[in-house]
């Protein structure tokens, strides 16, 4: 129940494309949805969060999408560019208890050229 | 304003050897996460500490494994008699306060045993 599931492993986009990553998980006491970006070497650095009182956060050309019934939420990058290879995770809290982040497993995004 | 910092980067002990891991958290923070990522895969956390107190420490292994945060000073992941299977990245995160969600990260420090 503690678990977020990510999919897909890896995704190759084109430059100007859409990447599009999902997460689901099971825990309804879950109330806080970030994304993280990483790269090689690098610590995760937040990149977009939401909380179930909303469907949907834009910011920039990320776009998170929240669907509360489903228990599924995903991020959106428009315009994908090269900059953006890297590594993304979602993450999940309960922030009435500990507000330890449980992570996805992750996805390898590649923005070809 | 600096970022969350650690030291070492980099850490390479043999079998049987401690690690000591430390982690400054931004100023103003007094929340402190630890967690660890394995090779090709996720994080997982380990313990959330505030000052001088664990608060959760549901994800560090039962034994070899302990974390302080003292009144002064930074925060310690501390590994004893370490085995290849410790090999990984060690991150922290801190925080201003619980209520507060997001969660700043360092850069990690890359534990390598031999």
């Known amino acids: 129940q503690q678990q977020v599931k990510q999919s897909p492993q890896s995704l190759i986009v084109q430059k100007g494309g859409i990447s599009i990553i999902n997460c689901a998980y099971e825990?309804?006491?879950?109330?806080?949805f970030p994304w993280y970006q990483q790269f090689p070497g690098k610590g995760p650095a937040l990149l977009i969060a939401i909380r179930p009182d909303v469907s949907e956060k834009k910011e920039g050309r990320f776009t998170i999408s929240f669907n509360k019934s489903a228990k599924q939420f995903s991020l959106h990058i428009m315009d994908s560019q090269p900059g953006d290879s890297a590594t993304y995770f979602c993450?999940?809290?309960?922030?009435?208890?500990?507000?330890?982040?449980?992570f996805g497993q992750g996805t390898t995004l590649q923005v070809k050229p | 304003n600096a970022g969350v910092m650690q030291n070492p980067r980099h850490l390479v002990r043999r079998r049987g050897q401690e690690a000591r891991l430390r982690c400054s958290p931004m100023?103003?923070?007094?929340?402190v996460y630890w967690y660890r990522q394995l090779p090709e895969e996720g994080l997982k956390f380990m313990v959330y500490?505030?000052?001088?107190?664990?608060?959760?420490e549901s994800g560090m292994p039962k034994e070899r494994f302990s974390a302080e945060f003292p009144k002064e000073g930074p925060s310690i992941l501390r590994i004893q008699q370490v085995v290849r299977g410790d090999s990984a990245a060690y991150f922290c995160?801190?925080?201003?306060?619980?209520?507060?969600?997001?969660?700043?990260f360092g850069p990690g420090t890359r534990l390598t045993v031999l």
């Open positions: 995160a801190s925080s201003p306060s619980r209520s507060t969600d997001t969660q700043y």
């Open positions: 993450a999940a809290s309960d922030s009435g208890n500990t507000g330890k982040l449980i």
């Open positions: 500490l505030q000052k001088e107190n664990i608060i959760d």
């Open positions: 100023k103003g923070h007094s929340h």
């Open positions: 825990n309804t006491a879950f109330d806080y």
